[in-house]
């Protein structure tokens, strides 16, 4: 096994979803700066190749196409070939998967790093014990923890979501032709990968109406294709319905990216896109329905300093649009750029 000062080529795994990548974003820049001179190499999937297109930290970027190129038995054969192809010394796995665990090991990385688990975890150089079910920190101080088996101790968890220069372009256009510049509209995100998470729409109806009616603001719905039917339950449910702009479903995540940049503030259910505003220096205010170990706001909210949340741990029972319009007021008062109209 190479010494840690001795890592000239790094893969670095994750392959889950969007605010997971993000998230990783600070362990990627932590690996750059222990390792200057090292080849460092992401592998994602095709859904979040964008978060790190651009990352000036990654050299190159591999997927995994499991849809595509490396489907099935033969996929994963290929997938393998691929990996041991790059000749990589340092393998970082934080999707810790049968499927990465047994790829890493079959391609013949020296070292690899990932959580002991049942899940091939016995196939790691350096298992690490699984603690994020606790939930006793956030999930991006736990990625940085992965690294201290090679020696790295780094607590900087500032991120970054890059941009892509098509999107922007996009963005730009959208936003002519609804007449908005920058810190001109609000982006509500109703969506999520759990329904478990996902605030009433009524409380969006509601929230949303209230909100034009208070600022001078344009209200733009956002999210996946899977997100259209609760949006679209929202707009039936909303008094000023005709006023709203509904992009669920329109945009690739680039174009989203792009978006929430321009954004004044995105109001959402925990999930990705709260890591995405976050990462791009946009006020978040993350509703977090759920507050069990290990899927609890200390583990996923959104960092940075214009980065909030509600709670039911702080809130009791349901969180209320009074609650949502309240904390927006106080975000638009702290800081500087969001005035009170």
Known sequence: MPSPKTFKNILIVRTDRIGDVVLTTPSIK???QAYPAARISVLVTPATFDLVNGNPYVDEILVDDRAGRHKGLFGFSRLVRELRLKKFDLAVIYHTKR???SACYMAGIPCRLGYKNNKFGFLLTHPIKDTRSLGAKHEAAYCMDVLKAVGIENNDLDMLVPMQKEAEAWALSWMLENNLKPNEFIAIHPGSSDPAKCWPTENFAKLMDHLAERYPLKIVLIGSPQTATVA?????????APQFLNLTGKTSLAQTISLLRRARLLISNDSG???VAA???TGVISLF?????????????PLGPKSFI???KLQPGAISVENVL??????FQKNSQYEIF
């Not at 329905?289 to 909210?301: A, C, D, H, M, T």
């Not at 309240?326 to 975000?331: G, K, N, P, R, T």
């Open 99 to 101: 499927r990465y665990n």
């Open 232 to 240: 679209a339950a929202i707009l039936q449910q909303a008094r000023l």
């Open 273 to 275: 896109p709260v890591h």
């Open 326 to 331: 309240e904390l927006a007021e106080q975000v």
């Open 310 to 312: 509600l709670d039911n």
């Open 289 to 301: 329905l759920r507050n069990q170990p290990g899927i609890n706001s200390e583990r996923w909210k």
């Open 30 to 32: 932590a690996l750059r």
């Open 279 to 281: 990462g791009v220096g």
